[in-house]
């Protein structure tokens, strides 16, 4: 379709954004003959999951210094004096790193729309717990956290007893969903996961933060039925899609190249692409929306769709960027024969490891350690991504927390700090809101790990679109094109 003649056509669907929750919409309709516009008022691809180049960064950071709405906010660059950093497009940092779990709804929808041939995944490896030293004579430690029946036997870190509750716990969470499982853990749904550990298994502090983190819990207090939900998917991820990983991670910024795969499946199925134009006005009538876009022009709609930049109620995390001027190595080694080399490695620092202005974190520090096989950075560096919940010294905290790990990774040669992006990101909306043709899709979530309900707004609003004549069973299932490679599919 002509880009002159988009003020002439009735769109059935104006997607305004490209987040993952738009591109996947855009994907779903790729099959649909439907008329769609997808625009974005910024100029690149992602909204809050994109993934920056370091110029890109320092204009995201001008421009929230002048902006007073969002989700991000506080934002700053620091470059220390130090020589490493290379050219800015060497670099591809993302805004907000998720793992994708083998088990994830949403790599089985990337499978049945044949979209993931055109994404490269990668393993993710070790999840390590920082060991801060007791005494004087100790040095800090990373200790890799067992989460197989192989790991458990194999480790040294925990004692035979320990093993034996842990092995217990594991093979628990696999029949967690059994009705006599289910007796046990019901009473505790609701309560934090920690009092069900210390309660039923009788778990040492040193177990219970080994399970914790597994969960990815931000503030460490996740109920018990999510919990255990959490670490279920976790081991049966496990060996999926090869030995020695549970979760992936998209190569090239993760999540934003998820939506640059969908939104090029939406232009090859017929869509038109707006970047830098958003929604200025709207006047609705009875049957159409007419549109003013911040480019200038007037489009008429029956549905639009929207990302909810509203703030939710949930606490804000802090996260802080790091570009490091050393592979790394230690982190990112496979532990089982046949695996392959993990490019993302998973650190937590527990509460209280940490020590700022005479006081003790009293939240986890979460860091994805990404290797240059990511392609977010160029060989011999890597990339830190740590977050926390926001608090009044939080970013404080990230400081010594990324001081700290780099000590701990080498004391006698400390990998140097290249460059540092900082910024708060505050909690969406969790629920979708439709209001006559607007609908809102939920804002992303602060999940370290692919959140998969998220999913089903999209699913909602693809039903909006294609209306009732469409069978559920066809949402997302796309054969091969007649000659046409997959390839080609999404070019």
């Not at 497009?89 to 793992?99: C, G």
């Not at 778990?203 to 999510?226: A, N, V």
């Amino acid at each position: 379709m002509a880009m002159g003649s988009i003020g002439d056509t009735l769109w059935d669907v104006v997607i305004c954004g490209t987040g993952l929750q738009q591109s996947l919409l855009a994907l779903s309709l790729s099959r649909s003959g439907k008329n769609i516009l997808h625009i974005d008022p910024n100029d690149y691809y992602g909204g809050a999951e994109a993934a920056f180049s370091l110029q890109e960064a320092e204009s995201w950071v001008d421009r929230l210094a002048t902006e007073d709405k969002g989700i991000f906010r506080s934002a700053s660059i620091t470059k220390p004096d130090v020589a490493g950093l290379s050219f800015p497009r060497a670099y591809s940092l993302a805004l907000a790193p998720q793992l994708i779990h083998a088990r994830s709804e949403l790599l089985s929808q990337l499978v049945s729309s044949r979209a993931y041939r055109q994404v490269e995944f990668l393993a993710v490896g070790s999840f390590y717990i920082f060991k801060a030293p007791i005494g004087p004579e100790q040095q800090p430690s990373l200790v890799r956290i067992p989460s197989t029946r192989e790991d458990v036997f194999s480790t040294t870190a925990i004692s035979a007893k320990a093993k034996r509750g842990l092995m217990k716990f594991l093979r628990f969470v696999l029949e967690y969903d059994s009705p006599e499982q289910r007796d046990v853990w019901k009473p505790f749904a609701d309560k934090p996961l920690v009092d069900f550990l210390q309660e039923h298994f009788k778990m040492d502090t040193e177990l219970k933060t080994y399970i914790i983190t597994l969960t990815l819990s931000l503030d460490g207090r996740i109920s018990t039925e999510d919990g255990l939900s959490i670490i279920h998917r976790h081991l049966a991820s496990m060996g999926h899609f090869g030995p020695g990983f549970a979760a992936l991670y998209p190569k090239w910024g993760g999540i934003s190249e998820i939506a640059q795969v969908a939104c090029r499946a939406g232009a090859v199925g017929g869509a038109v692409y707006m970047l830098g134009a958003g929604v200025k006005s709207m006047a609705t009538a009875t049957d159409e929306i007419e549109l003013e876009l911040t480019s200038g022009d007037k489009v008429k709609t029956k549905l639009l769709v929207r990302g909810d930049e509203s703030v939710g109620d949930e606490p804000s995390i802090n996260r802080l960027v790091a570009v490091v001027g050393s592979p790394l190595k230690s982190l990112f080694e496979s532990t089982i024969e046949g695996a392959p080399t993990p490019c993302v490695a998973v650190v937590a620092l527990p509460p209280g490891s940490l020590t700022t202005s005479g006081e003790a974190n009293t939240d986890p520090v979460y860091v994805f350690a990404h290797s240059s096989g990511t392609g977010e950075c160029p060989n011999g560096q890597s990339v830190l991504y740590l977050s926390t919940i926001a608090t009044s010294n939080s970013k404080e905290i990230l400081s010594r927390a990324l001081e700290t790990l780099l000590s701990a990774l080498d004391r006698d040669q400390v990998p140097q700090c290249l460059y540092q992006l900082y910024y708060e990101q505050a909690a969406g909306v969790k629920q979708s809101r439709l209001d006559g043709m607007i609908l809102d899709l939920p804002g992303p979530s602060l999940s370290l790990s692919m959140d998969d309900a998220s999913l089903n707004h999209v699913r909602e609003a693809w039903k909006k679109v294609v209306g009732d004549t469409v069978d559920d069973a066809e949402y997302m299932v796309f054969t091969a094109r007649e000659h046409v490679d997959d390839d080609d599919d999404y070019e």
